[in-house]
């Protein structure tokens, strides 16, 4: 027995060591730390447990029969993020590049299959160079069995993945599929074909960072939904966002105690939304001044930046908030703020996660690249996520609220469980010069003076339709309420809609809008 569990502390030593020296020193000269290492700044200290250490690929050809090292590429296992057990698998960026072969699959298989089971969250820590070639086949279809694994747990437990290297071809497909991707500036990168095939193909001349880096998903693509500088910062905001979710759709997401006073007055509000409808100002200083302690993190800051959708907590409770962004193109919807909505919907939803919507919206974003790009399916995305939405749901409109957009934003038709507004809020089909033009168009052509006339009509328009009480004599908002206490409102509202339930038809599942 002493020879065997000397023999077995060697072969682990072996395991946990890696393949060389060398290897280590290549992948800290990158930038990047190594696959333990990563787990180790995720992970609770010493809380890691190891699944398949010791497992080795059995292929031959291609010299693989000679190469055969522990692991096999893949560091799988579970461990705790502040006390709660999540499952994790890191690629070994000094084995075989990372590369997935069919032993490397079976192991990503078997945990990606317990963190279903035990109902935990799944972060996979990626630093791959794709489908182990001299495998052939086998590792293509350990792909499948990733892909089928990812669906099956969508909207079960949180999935998240980091990418900490480069991700190409197929492999890209799997993170695609998860809740949240984070990326790292400079050492990660995300495409399907790299930029030799994109120079043979078409001719251009690009970069991989500039074809697939963090900066291009988190701002242009919108494939990554957070961009760090480096992989200290990316797990830490990985452990943050942990914090703020369930472990799985038959919880709640974690509450913790909060100082800042449910009663607090937000008195600095009504100095931040001006009365004026075409004068922009920062949704965020908004959420900053209701959420606790001003803390929320944002999701896909910087792509289709005219919305906003952060975790945040209101008493110490987690909420998601959707809101229109007057700083950039005034807060309209358009195809990329409706897609970057509704995904965000559909994830609060599915982890029990409240939903407030603060609405300055003045309708869809008008042009011919919108309608021919889709705005109409695109924007359907974003009302079919809110309809199917059975979560606490809490609408405010600050300032204006027209046409369409305001339906499609959880507007009280659509399902919203109530609906506040400020006193400033204007509920509209459009504008109010808009709409006179149209209801008007005749007595102002005919007028001595049509500015005259028409400045008139706006101002009759606005008195009838636009007074910021029409909507609540109509029972379309349930309050007018001051914005100092809208905090207050919120916190008691949702503590009221906490026990709500709600149950959707039977059926194997919508057919959302694509």
């Known amino acids: 027995m002493t020879e065997r569990l000397a023999e077995l502390s060697a072969l682990r030593e072996q395991a946990v060591r890696g393949p060389s020296e060398r290897a280590t020193e290549a992948q800290h000269a990158k930038g990047k730390l ?45 461990g705790t993020v502040d006390g709660r057990t999540v499952f994790v698998y890191a690629h070994d960026f000094r084995i075989f590049g990372g590369a997935l072969g069919e032993a490397h699959a079976t192991k990503i298989h078997k945990i990606m299959d317990l963190a279903l089971a035990a109902g935990a969250p799944l972060v996979s820590l990626n630093d791959g160079a794709g489908a182990r070639i001299q495998e052939g ?154 959420v606790d302690d001003g803390d929320h993190m944002e999701v896909h800051e910087r792509w289709a930046r005219n919305i906003i959708c952060t975790l945040a907590r209101l008493d110490g409770q987690v909420v998601g908030i959707v809101a229109n962004q007057p700083q950039f193109l005034a807060g309209v919807l358009d195809i990329e703020a409706s897609e970057k909505a509704a995904r965000f919907v559909q994830m609060c939803d599915a982890f029990n996660i409240p939903i407030v919507t603060l609405l300055d919206v003045p309708g869809f974003l008008p042009g011919v690249d919108q309608e021919h790009g889709g705005i109409i399916r695109h924007g359907a995305k974003l009302l079919y996520a809110y309809c199917n939405a059975t979560v606490p749901r809490i609408s405010l409109i600050l300032r204006k609220a027209y046409g369409g957009a305001y339906i499609v934003m959880d507007s009280q038709s659509i399902g919203a469980d109530l609906t506040y507004a400020w006193p400033t809020n204007e509920i509209a089909v459009m504008g109010a010069e808009g709409a006179a033009n149209v209801i008007f168009r005749k007595q102002i052509a005919g007028a001595d003076d049509p500015e005259a006339m028409r400045a008139r009509m706006v101002k009759e328009y606005k008195s009838e339709l636009m007074h910021p009480y029409y909507a609540a004599e109509r029972g379309l908002i349930d309050d007018v309420i001051d914005p100092a206490g809208t905090r207050e409102v919120l916190i008691s509202s949702l503590a009221m809609l906490r026990t709500k339930h709600a149950d959707l038809p039977p059926r194997k599942h919508g057919n959302p809008p694509q």
């Open 34 to 78: 190594t696959a333990r290492e990563r787990i180790e700044l995720l992970l609770d200290p010493g809380s890691f447990t190891e699944v398949e250490q010791l497992r080795r690929h059995r292929a031959t050809g291609f010299g693989l029969e000679a190469n055969r090292p522990y692991t096999d590429g893949v560091v799988t296992g579970w």
């Open 137 to 290: 086949v086998s590792a293509l279809a350990g792909y499948g069995g990733i892909f089928q694994r990812n669906t099956r747990a969508s909207g079960v437990i949180p999935q998240i993945s980091v990418m900490l290297g480069p991700c190409a071809g197929g492999a890209a497909y799997s993170p695609a599929l998860t809740d949240f991707v984070f990326m790292v500036r400079e050492t990660s990168q995300m495409f399907i074909t790299g930029p030799d095939v994109v120079r043979a193909v078409t001719g251009e001349e690009i970069t991989q960072n500039g074809l697939g880096g963090a900066d291009v998903h988190a701002g242009t693509s919108g494939v990554a939904h957070f961009a760090y500088d480096d992989e200290e910062t990316c797990l830490s905001e990985v452990r943050y966002l942990l914090s703020m979710l369930p472990s799985n759709n038959r919880e709640n997401p974690p509450s913790v105690p909060c100082e800042d006073p449910a009663d607090r007055a937000g008195d600095a509000l009504a100095a931040l939304v001006p009365a004026d409808g075409n004068r922009p100002y920062d949704m965020r200083q908004v959420i900053e001044e209701l």
